[in-house]
């Protein structure tokens, strides 16, 4: 079983910033990708970001120039910095982590998704 939880949401101004964190824990293997995605009222859920095993990250158009996304020092967890927001960007923001789970002799895939943590950009 792996568990995914995120924080730092919240209500902030246009222009400010947050720094969401996503933690991913219990029988993970190994990590291949962990990335934030959004999901707005009345839209799909789209990507924001992501970082593989190696240290790539890939960004939505969006928010090129104005996110980063990093690990930290801590296995397992990423954070994203969230920089000059707009009222776009309002949404509840998701963390997705993906490996392997299990040991070496019995190892299956998993995809798992934190409940989620809403991001309102206000004027």
């Known amino acids: 079983q792996v568990q995914v939880v995120e924080s730092g949401g919240g209500l902030v101004e246009i222009g400010g910033s947050l720094r969401l964190s996503c933690a991913a824990s219990?029988?993970?293997?190994?990590?291949?990708?962990m990335g934030w995605y959004r999901q707005a009222p009345g839209k799909q859920r789209e990507l924001v970001a992501d970082?593989?095993?190696?240290?790539?990250?890939n960004y939505a158009d969006s928010v090129k120039g104005r996110f980063t996304i990093s690990k930290a020092n801590v296995k397992n967890t990423v954070y994203l910095q969230m920089n000059n927001l707009k009222s776009e960007d309002t949404a509840v923001y998701y963390c997705?982590?993906?490996?392997?789970?299990?040991?070496?002799?019995?190892?299956?895939?998993?995809?798992?998704w934190g409940q989620g943590t809403q991001v309102t950009v206000t004027s």
């Open positions: 219990g029988s993970i293997y190994s990590m291949s990708t």
């Open positions: 997705n982590a993906r490996g392997y789970s299990g040991d070496y002799r019995d190892r299956e895939n998993f995809s798992t």
């Open positions: 970082i593989d095993g190696s240290g790539w990250t």
